[in-house]
């Protein structure tokens, strides 16, 4: 039914989980699954004490949180028996790096965690998987947390 599994990671319990998700579901059905960290290379980083740090440091950061949570998640599949291509992408939101790594990748499934931010957390921070859902004609399964909530 799937033959090419795209499964965006941040590196949180919700990933984690969808990585799992992804595994099963790649095993079920003989999928190849590539496994992605999305970058914003030009983020909004703040002013003041806590927030003063270059361009420089923010992307060294980044690809470093980027390389760990990649490297989790080749590791986590490898050891579900299930072959793995990861990439990290660059993109100014999130969500479209998802939607162009998934195009690019020829993916025609999407399995992803949602952090179930509600309230005024969600309308600041926003939730990638309702933006990945409202604009994706891919099936996406979104991964709940372990808590039960979405």
Known sequence: MFNHILVPVDGSGTSLAAIDKAAG???????K??????I???????V??????GQDQYLNAAKA???????????????????????VVESHTVWRGILE????????LIVM???????????????????????TKINTLVVRNADGTA
Request: proline share 2%; glycine share 12%; net charge negative.
């Open 25 to 31: 579901l790649a095993k079920a059905f003989g999928a």
């Open 33 to 38: 699954v590539s496994a992605i960290f999305v």
């Open 40 to 46: 914003d290379p030009y983020p909004f980083t703040g």
């Open 48 to 53: 003041g004490a806590d927030f003063a740090y």
């Open 65 to 87: 949180e980027a390389g760990a949570a990649i490297e989790t998640a080749r590791t986590r599949l490898q050891e579900a028996g299930v072959a793995v291509e990861t990439k």
């Open 101 to 108: 790594a998934a195009d690019a990748a020829g993916a025609d």
């Open 113 to 135: 965690g949602s952090h179930g931010r509600r309230g005024l957390e969600k309308l600041v921070l926003g939730s990638v998987a309702q933006s990945v859902l409202s604009h």
